[in-house]
């Protein structure tokens, strides 16, 4: 098994102890977006209590990726996507962080 597929197969099981509903296929495509991110540990998590994290998930993801402008109430996207998966929980991997933030706005499409 790749070390991609082992990444989103943990991804997989995450969803299911949260209860999240989700599309497996935008799922790979959100996890390749990331890049090599996903294998570095640090990188592969985003940090829900560090502000200048959110802030670059914010700009960078969000507004640069997705498209999106400042207005579009992204502070609070990324706030409910943090108390999905619950503020004490330390698995907050990008990939599916990321993939909550793209259902939500239904910016599916940029992965197409």
Do not use: H
Not at 25 to 48: E, H, Q
Not at 57 to 62: H, R, T
């Amino acid at each position: 098994m790749s070390k991609f597929q082992e990444c989103v197969d943990t991804y997989k099981a995450e969803f299911k102890k949260l209860g999240v509903n989700f599309d497996e296929d935008l799922l790979v495509k959100v996890a390749k977006g990331c890049g090599p991110s996903i294998y570095n540990r640090d990188a592969a998590t985003v940090a829900g209590s560090d502000e200048k994290e959110l802030e670059t998930v914010k700009k960078n993801f969000l507004i640069k990726k997705l498209g999106l402008s400042d207005n579009d109430d992204l502070d609070g996207a990324i706030k409910e996507v943090i108390e999905t998966f619950g503020s004490s929980n330390r698995n907050k991997y990008r990939a599916m962080f990321y993939y909550m933030l793209t259902e939500k706005f239904g910016k599916q499409d940029v992965y197409k």
